[in-house]
């Protein structure tokens, strides 16, 4: 790789530079309250233009890292060539377009510019579809030129895939990815590399982890660690095998690094730069502290050998994989986050659907779909311990979610079953029967795999059948029945 590889194209009017500075330590910096000096802060980034990193990567809840670039975009970047990619993290329950305008403007203003290059949108709960409003939304203000691109964070494979089949047009994913953490290479490279999205990957280093400050160190207790971003992957180190698995791959890194000649942060990072569908790694900087912009510049400008690389491929297939797919730490266990939970996230998920109890004492939620309105039927009926989920197609609103895919279609049905399953105080786990209906005959194949991802663990008692279905565009519908702390 050498210097004119350094930017790549996300789109014809975006390039950015494969090494992207990350602004979440702005947040650590700042967790005693005290914000930072934004003049001061803002020209310490000049040195990354300098030379030739001119992306930088920030979240509307990373502090005031989106103020302190806007000073540094009006007072210090000279030519303006620049390009910012933030985020916006919604709170959990679903937003109203007037909302999603704020959110944007508010990000327009700290940034000061008339237009976003990029926003990457987070969603808390796949099982509360308004996330899938918030898109819409944010489609809108990107048509109105308020944004030029939209991008995704921490979405797994299936929910990129639905996304898209809907006709959302992203065009990167933000997810952790580094020698620790492979789950990108579980079908979402893949995709990515289909469907002609950017990954855009962040931990590369672990916190600092994969660096020769921690090769030969005694483990250190959780106490110890000085930043949220040690926190945060000292718990993926525990999930990947522990303290002893970490020192054996940080091993194999020094060894490739010195045959490289460079350092293990520049091995541990170009290695996921190479990966399939990977546009840029995102390394953090604790700005006017501790930047490393030399050792960073560097990555991109050395050549490893195929025995290089394998003695690294050898290193990661001996750890235990991080369980489950990109963005999982943020939605179920195990949360692999600062806390260990999402307490410093969110306060609370709200139930996806309104709930109602009837005099007769059953308890029913209520998705509002036109068809529910139409029939006069409940999405789910709780009764007792037992609860009844009703057919359920890809209907959210107007629209048929998924387009004309049937994986992604049973996924978001799937995932409306769940949220009425969680708006009666139950979940996927107490599933005890699935019945399907497919349209097309070929299509049982997809349907079956996407419930045996989502259901293998649960093995439900399960129907599939050939039906003519109601309402255009319908591919399947799928109903459930779940029993609430039944015995075992």
């Known amino acids: 790789m050498d210097n004119q590889d350094i930017h790549i194209a996300l789109a014809p009017d975006l390039r950015i530079s494969r090494i992207v500075t990350g602004m979440w330590q702005i947040a650590d910096m700042e967790r005693d309250r005290q914000l930072l000096e934004p003049d001061s802060t803002a020209r310490s980034m000049k040195a990354y233009t300098e030379a030739g990193l001119t992306t930088f990567d920030m979240a509307d809840h990373y502090g005031s890292a989106e103020k302190i670039t806007g000073v540094f975009t009006r007072r210090?970047?000279?030519?303006?060539?620049?390009?910012?990619?933030?985020?916006?993290?919604?709170?959990?329950?679903?937003?109203?377009?007037?909302?999603?305008?704020?959110?944007?403007?508010?990000?327009?203003?700290?940034?000061?510019?008339?237009?976003?290059?990029?926003?990457?949108?987070?969603?808390?709960?796949?099982a509360d579809a308004s996330y899938l409003d918030d898109l819409f939304y944010l489609q809108e203000f990107r048509d109105e030129g308020l944004i030029r691109h939209l991008g995704l964070t921490n979405f797994d494979t299936a929910h990129l895939a639905m996304v898209l089949e809907t006709g959302i047009n992203v065009v990167t994913n933000q997810v952790c990815f580094s020698l620790l953490d492979q789950r990108a290479n579980n079908g979402m490279t893949a995709l990515c590399q289909e469907k002609g999205v950017t990954i855009l990957a962040f931990g590369t280093l672990a916190g600092g982890f994969l660096t020769e400050r921690w090769l030969d160190r005694q483990e250190p207790a959780m106490d110890e660690l000085e930043t949220w971003s040690q926190m945060k992957y000292k718990r993926y180190i525990d999930e990947a095998g522990g303290w002893g698995s970490l020192q054996r791959l940080l091993t194999a890194l020094k060894r490739t690094a010195d045959r490289c000649g460079v350092s293990m942060a520049n091995v541990a990072s170009r290695f996921i730069l190479e990966q399939t569908a990977v546009g840029a790694v995102i390394i953090g900087a604790r700005l006017g502290q501790s930047e490393h912009i030399d050792n960073n510049r560097a990555l991109l400008n050395f050549a490893c050998g195929e025995d290089d690389w394998q003695v690294i491929r050898q290193a990661t297939n001996e750890l235990t994989p991080i369980p489950g797919d990109c963005g999982d730490e943020y939605r179920k266990p195990p949360f692999l986050t600062a806390s260990g939970d999402l307490s410093h996230h969110v306060d609370t998920l709200p139930p996806p659907y309104p709930t109602k109890r009837g005099k007769d004492g059953r308890n029913r939620a209520l998705s509002g779909t036109v068809w529910e309105d139409l029939a006069g039927f409940s999405r789910a009926v709780r009764t007792g311990n037992r609860i009844l989920v009703s057919g359920t197609t890809a209907t959210h609103g107007n629209r048929v979610i998924g387009g004309q895919d049937p994986s992604a279609q049973t996924h978001f049905a799937i995932d409306k079953i769940e949220g009425a399953l969680q708006s009666l105080g139950s979940c996927l786990e107490d599933v005890v029967r699935t019945r399907i209906y497919i349209r097309n005959p070929g299509d049982w194949e997809p349907v079956s795999r996407v419930h045996g991802k989502r259901f293998g663990h649960i093995q439900p008692a399960n129907t599939l059948v050939q039906a003519g279905l109601i309402g255009d565009g319908y591919l399947v519908e799928m109903e459930a029945e779940a029993v609430v702390n039944s015995d075992t």
């Open 76 to 126: 210090y970047a000279d030519d303006g060539n620049v390009q910012i990619l933030t985020k916006w993290v919604p709170e959990p329950g679903g937003s109203t377009r007037e909302i999603v305008r704020q959110a944007v403007q508010r990000s327009l203003d700290r940034l000061q510019t008339e237009c976003l290059d990029l926003l990457q949108y987070h969603a808390w709960n796949y």
